[in-house]
C-alpha cells in the first residue's frame, strides 16, 4: 500500500475493505480493559493541524496513544503562511524530530501533498481546503458497512452543500468505489458542475429521494454561504433542503441517518431527528478511533521498502464513470 | 562602436522579407553590411538559424519595488539568453510606471545593462487603480507606445473607450488589455472544470476572459482605437477575435508559451510554477490557440514573464502568487511542441516571437527586415540542441513552468546594434 | 514440488486426543480450565480439544481466540503491516488456568507475543501451552507442555498445519524454502 493517505483515490477496493476488516480488530481492543497494544511502541505520530478541530484531532491522538505511539499535538489557529513559520519549515522541523507519521489538517488544498516533499515519514490527511477528508469517508463506510452488513448496491443521498464539502467529495468517490449508488442532493449552486463525471446521480428534489434510501447523509451548511449568495436564505434552504421530523418520516425503516459533524441544528437537520436512534452520529464518532487506528497500524505496520512503494505523485481524477452505471 | 563580425552558413529566416536560405551575412558598424565580407570575428553557423532578434510584448522585470524577484539588469540578460533584443516591460512595479519619471528611470537601468532594448510600458489608469486616466501623453513624450493596466483590466468600460479615443491623437500608441472579470474570477486559483474539481481548488471559468475580450472588441469598434489583447487563455477569446479581424477592427493579439504548451491537468501535481493567470486550460483551448496563432488571428507570442521569489511559489497552492518565468524558454518551447511536430512553420513561428511583436510595439529597430543598412539586433540558435529546464537560470527567480523538462532549441547568439551580448551560450555582460 | 506429509490424519487425530488426556490429568480435571487459541489455526485446534475435554469429561471448557499480530516483535520490520485476525475473549481470564493453543511451536516468538497479550487481559493463575506439532529451532527460552508431536526440520522448511475446518483433511506438511515471504502466513513460530 502507499505510503501516504492523501486522498481517497489512492486506495484500491480491495485496500478499503482490509482497513475496515483492520478496524473491526481495533474496535475490539477499545473494549478492553487495557485499550492499548503495543503495535507501535518507539514511533512518534504528529498532529499538525493547521484548522481548529477538537474532534478530529482528538480522534487521531487517542488512536495513535492506544498503538502505544508517542503523540505531538502542533496545532495553529488561524492561517498558516501569514502568522508565523512556513509550512516547508514547519515540516523540517518535523522532519528533524523524527516523527514516523504526520497527521496534517489544513485549509489549503493540496498541502498534504505538498508537505509529502519535504518529509519521509507518513502524511496522513485529516482535511484540505475543499480536497479531500479520506479518513472521515472510510469510519463513514466503516459505520455504514457494521449497521447495515455490507456496502455494494447501498443507496446514499449526501445532502447539503456538496460544491465545498471535503467529506462529501471523499465519501462519493469511497462509496462509487465500493459499488453503491450515489445521489447528490442539494441547491444546483451548491452541486459540483462535473458532479456527472463522478459517477453519481444530482437530485434536488429531497422529498423524491428519502423513500429510497439505505443511509442519508446530510452535510453541514454555513451562514457564510448564504453571504455568498450561493442560497437567498438560510430558512429558504432549510425548507427545501433540510431533514425535518417530518422528512424523515419518509426515509425507510432500516435506514440510516448520518452527519459529519458538528450539526447546525435547525438549519440542515432537526434536533429531533439527529436525536433519533436511527442516526448514527454518535457511532461515526466512536468507529473514528478504530477506523484511525487501523489505518495508522497499516501505514506504519511495514517498513514499505518494497518495489510498490510509490513517491506520493499526482492527484488522480476520478475515473470517467457514466452516471447510475 | 562593435567590432564587426561575420556569420557564416547560417540559415537565414526573416520573415519580414520572406527569406529562407542558408546565407552569409556580414555586420559592421552596428547595422547589416551590404555584402559578405572578411570581419574581426567570423563565426561558424553551419546547420544554425539566423533570425532577427525576438521581441517580446509583455514582461515583468519587477524593478522598481521587486528587486528581490528580478532588476532590469537581470531580466535583460535573461532575455538576451533567449535570444530577445527588446522587451516591453510592464507597469505594475512599485511605484507603479504611470509616469515619465519612472519611464525615464527603466529607460536608463537598460541602457546601463545594455544586453537588451527594453520598451517600457505605461499604466493606463493612475496607480493602476482603474479609476482616473495617467499622464499618457506625457509618457509617449518619453518613449511609450504601448499602455496597459496588466494584472487587471479597466474595470470601467468608459474609461476605456475615453483611454482608446484619447490615444488616437498619438502616432503607433496601443492600448493593451488583461481581460479578466473580476467576480467571476473571484478565488480562482485554476481554470475551473473537472481538475480543479478533483484538486479541491476553486476555479475561475474561461467565461471571465471571454466576457472582458467581447466587451473590449465592441469599445474598439466604438472608438476605432488600436487594441491589444494579452495572454489570450481560451479558445473562444481567439474565436471573437477572428471575427473582430475580418469586420476590419484594429486589433491584434498574443499568447504565452505555456498556453501553447501546457493545459489544467498539468496541475494535478499541485506544482505551483504553473500556477498562472490566466489559468492554463483545457487541452480544447490549447488546440483553439494553437489553430489562431498558426492563421495569424493571434498575431504574437509573448511571455509574460514573470518573477516570484522561491519562498512565495514554495507556499501552499491557494497562497502562492501567479505567475511563471518566461524569456529563457519561450523559443524552445515553440520550437520544440509546435514547429517540431509540424504545427507551425519555423517562419511563422519567428514572425510570432519577433517580426510582429515589432511592428506591435513600434520597435521599428527589431523583428527585421534583415537588410543592408538595418540595424543588427540578430539571434542564432541551433533548433536542435537539447537542454533541460532547470536552476540557475539568468533570471534571478526559479519558477518556471517548464522546469525538469527537456527542451530543444538553445540559442547561441544574440546581437544586439552589432554587439555580441550572448556569445556561445554565453552572456558577455 | 508437492509438499511432504509429516501426519496423517489418524495421527493427527490421535495426538489431539492425548493431549486433551494430558490437559485432564495435568489440571486434575478440567475445572477452572479455559482454551485461548492462537489465530488462526490455533483457533480451530483450541475448538477441537475443547470438544474432545468435554467428551472425555463431560465438562465444557470455555475457548478463546487471540489475535496477537499487534503483539508482533517485527512490525515495522517487514515490507507490509502484517493482516490481522479475530481476538474474542469473552471470559475473564483473572484465577483461570489458560492453555494457550497453536498448531506449530517454531522459533517461540509468537508465543511470547501471546503472553503479553494474554497478561493486557488480566492476570490468570497459570499459563500452560499445548501444540501440535514441535519443530525446534527456538529463539527464545519458551517450551511448551503439551506436544502432539516433535518433529525435527532445517530452519528454512515451511511446517503447515492442515485441519479439516478450513482446508478439508488433517494433515502436517512440509514444504520446500520459500524463496520470498509476501504476507504474513507463511511466517510460522
Known sequence: ?325 | ?429 | MPAARLMDEAEVRRSITRIAHEIIERNKGADGVVLVGIAARGDDLARRLAREIGRIEGQTVPVGALDITFYRDDIGIRAEAPEVHETRIDFDINGWTVVLVDDVLFTGRTIRSALDALVDFGRPTAIQLAVLVDRGHRELPIRADFVGKNLPTRKDEDVRVALREVDGEDAVLVDDPVRSETGTEGVRS
Open chain 2, 1 to 429: 562602436m562593435p567590432e564587426s563580425v561575420l556569420f557564416r552558413g547560417a540559415r537565414v529566416v526573416d520573415p519580414a522579407s520572406g527569406t529562407d536560405e542558408v546565407a552569409d551575412l556580414l555586420v559592421d558598424g552596428g547595422v547589416i553590411a551590404p555584402s559578405p565580407g572578411p570581419a574581426a570575428t567570423m563565426l561558424d553557423c553551419d546547420g544554425l538559424v539566423l533570425a532577427p532578434g525576438l521581441v517580446d510584448l509583455h514582461a515583468h522585470l519587477r524593478q522598481p519595488g521587486r528587486e528581490d524577484k528580478e532588476t532590469v539588469e537581470s531580466g535583460c540578460r535573461a532575455a538576451a539568453l533567449g535570444g530577445f533584443t527588446a522587451v516591453a516591460s510592464m507597469a505594475n512595479t512599485d511605484p507603479v510606471a504611470d509616469n515619465a519619471a519612472l519611464i525615464h528611470e527603466v529607460l536608463e537601468l537598460a541602457r546601463a545593462a545594455g544586453t537588451c532594448d527594453v520598451f517600457p510600458v505605461g499604466a493606463i489608469t493612475r496607480g493602476l487603480g482603474g479609476e482616473e486616466m495617467a499622464e499618457l501623453g506625457e509618457m509617449v513624450d518619453a518613449g511609450v507606445r504601448l499602455f496597459s493596466d496588466d494584472g487587471r483590466s479597466v474595470p470601467n468600460a468608459r474609461l476605456l473607450r475615453n483611454a482608446l479615443t484619447y490615444v488616437r491623437a498619438f502616432e503607433g500608441v496601443v492600448i493593451a488589455e488583461h481581460c479578466e472579470d473580476a467576480s467571476l474570477a473571484e478565488g480562482g486559483q485554476m481554470h475551473e472544470g473537472l481538475t480543479s474539481s478533483s484538486l479541491g481548488l476553486a476555479g475561475q471559468p474561461r467565461e471571465a476572459e471571454e466576457v472582458v475580450v467581447a466587451r473590449d472588441l465592441a469599445i474598439a469598434r466604438l472608438t476605432g482605437g488600436r487594441l491589444h489583447l494579452c495572454h489570450l487563455s481560451s479558445a473562444g477569446s481567439a474565436e471573437l477575435v477572428r471575427r473582430a479581424k475580418a469586420e476590419g477592427l484594429r486589433v491584434t493579439a498574443e499568447v504565452t508559451p505555456h498556453h501553447l504548451v501546457l493545459s489544467e491537468e498539468d496541475l494535478l501535481t499541485y506544482d505551483t510554477n504553473m500556477k498562472t493567470n490566466p489559468p492554463l486550460r483545457s487541452g480544447e483551448d490549447r488546440r483553439g490557440l494553437r489553430a489562431a496563432l498558426g492563421d495569424g488571428t493571434i498575431d504574437a507570442v509573448a511571455t509574460d514573464h514573470a518573477p516570484h521569489a522561491v519562498e512565495e511559489k514554495e507556499a501552499e497552492f491557494d497562497q502562492a502568487p501567479f505567475g511563471t518565468i518566461g524569456l529563457e524558454t519561450a523559443l524552445a518551447a515553440v520550437l520544440t511542441h509546435l514547429v517540431e511536430p509540424g504545427e507551425l512553420t519555423l517562419a511563422r513561428a519567428i514572425d510570432a516571437l519577433s517580426t510582429a511583436p515589432a511592428r506591435i510595439l513600434g520597435a521599428g529597430d527589431h523583428g527585421g527586415p534583415i537588410a543592408p543598412g538595418r540595424p543588427a539586433n540578430l539571434v542564432v540558435f541551433d533548433s536542435s540542441a537539447e537542454w533541460a529546464v532547470e536552476p540557475p537560470f539568468a533570471s534571478k527567480s526559479r519558477n518556471s513552468a517548464f522546469l525538469g523538462r527537456r527542451l530543444r532549441g538553445r540559442v547561441v547568439h544574440t546581437m544586439l546594434r552589432g554587439e555580441l551580448v550572448v556569445a556561445d551560450g554565453k552572456a558577455q555582460r
Open chain 1, 1 to 325: 500500500m502507499n505510503r501516504h493517505l492523501l486522498s481517497i483515490h489512492d486506495l484500491s477496493a480491495e485496500e478499503v475493505v482490509r482497513i475496515l476488516d483492520t478496524a473491526e480488530s481495533f474496535r475490539e481492543v477499545g473494549t478492553r480493559v487495557i485499550k492499548k497494544v503495543p503495535a507501535l511502541r518507539g514511533r512518534t505520530v504528529v498532529n499538525l493541524f493547521y484548522e481548529n478541530s477538537t474532534r478530529t484531532r482528538i480522534s487521531f491522538e487517542l488512536a495513535a496513544k492506544r498503538l502505544s505511539a508517542d503523540v505531538i499535538n502542533f496545532s495553529t489557529g488561524g492561517s498558516s503562511v501569514s502568522k508565523g513559520e512556513s509550512l516547508k519549515d514547519t515540516a523540517l522541523t518535523l522532519q528533524a524530530m523524527g516523527a514516523d507519521a504526520i497527521v496534517i489538517r489544513h485549509s489549503s488544498s493540496g498541502a498534504p501533498l505538498t508537505l509529502t516533499r519535504w518529509v519521509r515519514g507518513s502524511v496522513l490527511n485529516a482535511g484540505d481546503g475543499t480536497h479531500e477528508h479520506p479518513t472521515q469517508a472510510l469510519l463513514d463506510l466503516y459505520t455504514m458497512r457494521d449497521r447495515l452488513g455490507r456496502l455494494e448496491g447501498l443507496r446514499v443521498a449526501i445532502v447539503g452543500d456538496v460544491l465545498h464539502s471535503r467529506v462529501a467529495r471523499s465519501l462519493s468517490f469511497a462509496l462509487v468505489k465500493m459499488g453503491a449508488e450515489v445521489t447528490l442532493v442539494g441547491p444546483p449552486t451548491l452541486i459540483p458542475p462535473d458532479a456527472a463525471a463522478w459517477g453519481v446521480q444530482v437530485s434536488h428534489d429531497i422529498g423524491a429521494v428519502l423513500p429510497k434510501l439505505d443511509v442519508c447523509y446530510m452535510l453541514r451548511v454555513q451562514r457564510e454561504r448564504q453571504r455568498q449568495q450561493y442560497f437567498p436564505s438560510v430558512r429558504e434552504y432549510a425548507r427545501l433542503f433540510g431533514l425535518s421530523r417530518e422528512r424523515a418520516g419518509l426515509l425507510p425503516d432500516r435506514a440510516l441517518v448520518m452527519h459529519p459533524g458538528p450539526m447546525n441544528r435547525g438549519v440542515e437537520i432537526d434536533s429531533d431527528v439527529a436525536d433519533l436512534p436511527r442516526a448514527a452520529i454518535e457511532e461515526q464518532v466512536t468507529n473514528g478511533i478504530a477506523v484511525r487506528m487501523s489505518l495508522l497500524f497499516i501505514l506504519l505496520g511495514g517498513s514499505g521498502s518494497q518495489e510498490d512503494e510509490q513517491e506520493a505523485g499526482a492527484v488522480r481524477l476520478p475515473e470517467e464513470v457514466p452516471a447510475g452505471a
